[in-house]
């Protein structure tokens, strides 16, 4: 079965420190690999993603993820960051159905940034 | 533009009523995708409909079902409502021939079921 796995419940971080949450997925063919945002009381928003070419993705607010095939990894990233990222993260995977998708996403990576 | 509007915010239902969530997505998005989200499983994936047509089901009892008219608007039903149906139930519309690459999700439905 096609999936994705986030092996954090949740990450502490320091402001200013740079932050990883930890992606790994399991599909057949090539991977569309996804990372959204849902920030407290809202819905999810997306980040970023990966389809094909560079394996190092940017995306909104300064995060950036990684494609590792070998690792079938999918992290994201952040140089720097900011009490303000502190969410809640979902990486997410496509699978293909017929002509068109669905997303299926991970069980979801609390993200808390302390001052 | 308006993004995907969820009605209504909240909802307290006791078991075995049943319920109607709205889902009005972003003006020219074809496609709505429904999931439900809880603590313990994350996202789950409901349905999907394209053109008023199921086009993706996950894997939920039949007392789950849904419908989309002409206008791209949905509607998601949950019969005879058990304690574990209390969750965030979110919809997504998706912009015209991106096969479903990027969402754009409404605040979603509280559901609780007493």
């Known amino acids: 079965a096609q999936s994705v796995a986030q092996p954090e419940d949740q990450v502490n971080v320091a402001e200013g420190n740079p932050l990883t949450v930890k992606c790994t997925y399991s599909?057949?063919?090539?991977?569309?690999l996804f990372w959204y945002v849902q920030y407290p009381n809202r819905g999810l928003q997306f980040l970023l993603k990966?389809?094909?070419?560079?394996?190092l993705v940017k995306g909104s607010y300064g995060f950036e993820a990684e494609f590792n095939k070998s690792q079938t990894s999918f992290h994201l990233k952040k140089p720097s960051a900011l009490v303000s990222d502190s969410a809640l993260y979902f990486c997410?995977?496509?699978?293909?159905?017929?002509?068109?998708?669905?997303?299926?996403f991970g069980q979801g990576t609390t993200l808390q940034v302390k001052p | 533009k308006a993004g995907v509007t969820q009605t209504p915010r909240y909802l307290i239902k006791t078991r075995g009523q049943q319920v109607t969530l709205s889902c009005s997505p972003i003006?020219?998005?074809?496609?709505v995708s429904w999931y439900q989200q809880t603590p313990g499983q994350g996202l789950q994936f409901l349905f999907e409909?394209?053109?008023?047509?199921?086009?993706n089901k996950g894997n939920f009892p039949g007392r789950f079902s849904g419908r989309q008219f002409s206008n791209s608007r949905s509607e998601m039903n949950v019969s005879t409502l058990e304690l574990g149906d209390s969750a965030l139930y979110l919809c997504?519309?998706?912009?015209?021939?991106?096969?479903?690459?990027?969402?754009?999700f409404g605040s979603g439905t509280q559901l609780s079921v007493l």
């Open positions: 997504a519309s998706s912009p015209p021939g991106t096969a479903n690459e990027k969402l754009f």
């Open positions: 599909v057949s063919g090539n991977p569309y």
């Open positions: 990966y389809i094909t070419g560079d394996n």
């Open positions: 997410a995977v496509r699978v293909l159905s017929g002509n068109t998708g669905k997303l299926i």
């Open positions: 003006s020219g998005h074809r496609s």
């Open positions: 409909y394209f053109s008023e047509t199921q086009r």
